[in-house]
């Protein structure tokens, strides 16, 4: 094979490697791929990488063994970056630590049987000097890996405070601080293997021109690295990577991790005590209004069959309107249901995910309102709408029909006049350099006490001036606009005097 073929392909394959892995972290949210990779490369590169070389000229030559660790560092300075937690490096230290222990008993065994001429036959004449020398060079190797990663990542905390301003520079500096490094590695590993083994240390102290190379080489794909996982370099960039952690762990880790897992213990105790409480109030809410609407049904039913034989007019409009009444509590009835699962939806700890798009905010308000008025057909409801524009676009959802709908039955429900009025101003107000709908229902009920007037948003059951409600209307109402980041409170319609009626007042963010 071509000798600039053989090295293109080794540092394509290496170097493509951290972005495959970072994409299946990623993925996955797991490092055993990382690690398992790690550890088959160590002892690629201990074993099978340095029994051949890529040759271009007698000072320019490029071992297996230096490509594959090369492609170490690497991986060492991506995954740090991604993960920007010194655990992960002092992991992989560890592991070339355990896979260093056992390689030393292997060629200790082959170095001792190998020198006994008289009980073990040597059939390949394989000199035993060549383990005890491997045995020097992993140790080496081991110790000049952590030198390197310790002095690789201190420059890079320094080049952090230093340039995190200019993205160019930055970038640049991490790409020369890792070909420096390697550079480092091609004078510092001759140099101490030398003084074991001399001969082997002259003959690879020309590597720092092979280092330099490789560096180069493998430039694009850490630049790749940077700009694909963009994200995580930022959250390395803006939280400090403490150096000193890569050799020795924390002392209040542990501390730390029972601390946090009592903290998660104490979230869940109390998530699932309240899941409990909200299912022992559905259950405790649904039994009681639904056996009022079931009474209801019943009694009305009841009557219309002592009136079935009745054949006079008067006896069939009676009839008529007892059938009208059980329609509109089987109405209720839906709704109940209904109101009972979308706030339960809007409790679940996904509810924050919930897809938002730009919706005309009118359409769904004139829906509400027709909505509205056909089931309070008997009741004399007079609505206007001031708004100066014709389309009004909210970053919002369906629950936004709902929002409207309860704030008009409550405007309906809560009102002892003949005339039931309902005047909705729709303006638009600027808050914090964000532009905002308002909307306005100002009615002529009962009013709200000033008392009550937070407590209805997140009380559960609701009680004005002797009227009982579900209560689920205005706590869905106020979950709903907490999910659109927007506002809700109310107002009284005569300031000061809250028996002449209520402004409920809704800020939404516009699209």
């Excluded at 560890?94 to 073990?120: A, G, P, V």
């Excluded at 056996?291 to 079935?308: A, F, G, K, M, R």
Aim: with cysteine; hydrophobic share 45%; net charge neutral.
């Amino acid at each position: 094979m071509n000798n600039i073929l053989a090295l293109l392909s080794h540092i394509l394959i290496y170097g493509t490697t951290p972005i495959l892995l970072g994409f299946f972290i990623r993925r996955f949210k797991s490092m055993a791929l990382f690690y398992a990779y790690f550890g088959f490369l160590f002892v690629f590169t201990q074993l099978f990488a340095v029994f051949y070389s890529i040759v271009f000229s007698e000072d320019l030559f490029f071992t297996g063994g230096n490509i594959a660790y090369s492609s170490m560092i690497l991986l060492t300075f991506s995954m740090a970056i991604l993960n920007n937690n010194p655990k992960i490096v002092r992991n992989l230290i560890f592991i070339e630590f355990i896979l260093n222990i056992f390689l030393f008993i292997l060629y200790f065994l082959l170095y001792s049987m190998l020198s006994d001429d008289t009980n073990i036959l040597n059939i390949y004449d394989i000199s035993p000097e060549i383990f005890k020398t491997t045995i020097y060079v992993n140790i080496t190797s081991f110790l000049v890996f952590i030198l390197e990663i310790v002095v690789m990542f201190s420059i890079l905390e320094r080049i952090k405070r230093i340039l995190e301003f200019s993205v160019l520079l930055l970038f640049s500096s991490f790409i020369v601080t890792f070909i420096m490094i390697l550079c480092l590695d091609g004078f510092l590993f001759p140099l101490l293997i030398g003084f074991t083994e001399p001969d082997m240390g002259s003959a690879i102290s020309g590597s720092v021109l092979g280092k330099f190379i490789l560096g180069l080489a493998y430039a694009p794909f850490l630049l790749a690295f940077l700009v694909i996982f963009k994200e995580d370099l930022k959250s390395y960039l803006k939280e400090p990577f403490n150096v000193r952690y890569v050799l020795i762990p924390p002392r209040k880790s542990l501390l730390e991790e029972l601390e946090r897992v009592e903290k998660n213990l104490q979230k869940s105790e109390k998530k699932y005590y309240e899941a409990y409480n909200r299912a022992n109030y559905y259950k405790d809410l649904f039994t009681h209004d639904m056996s009022h609407i079931i009474q209801n049904i019943s009694l009305s039913i009841e009557l219309l069959e002592n009136n079935q034989n009745e054949g006079n007019k008067e006896i069939q409009e009676k009839s008529q309107e007892i059938l009208e009444i059980l329609q509109h509590q089987i109405r209720n009835a839906k709704n109940l249901i209904s109101n009972i699962k979308k706030i339960s939806t809007l409790e679940d700890e996904y509810a924050p995910d919930m897809k938002l798009e730009p919706i005309n905010l009118l359409k769904y308000l004139e829906n509400a309102v027709e909505f509205v008025k056909q089931g309070y057909q008997n009741e004399t409801i007079m609505n206007t709408i001031d708004s100066s524009e014709k389309k009004v676009n909210v970053m919002a959802n369906e629950f936004l029909f709902n929002v409207f709908e309860n704030i008009l039955i409550n405007a309906i429900k809560y009102n002892e006049n003949e005339i039931k009025t309902i005047n909705i101003k729709i303006s638009e107000t600027k808050t914090n350099d964000s532009q905002y709908v308002k909307i306005e229902f100002i009615d002529n009920g009962i009013g709200i006490s000033n008392s009550l007037k937070k407590e209805i948003f997140s009380s559960r059951k609701m009680e004005l001036k002797g009227k009982k409600g579900s209560g689920l209307g205005l706590s869905f109402v106020s979950k709903i606009i907490d999910l659109y980041k927007g506002k809700i409170w109310v107002e009284d319609k005569v300031e000061g005097d809250p028996n002449k009626g209520s402004n409920f007042v809704i800020k939404i963010p516009l699209a």
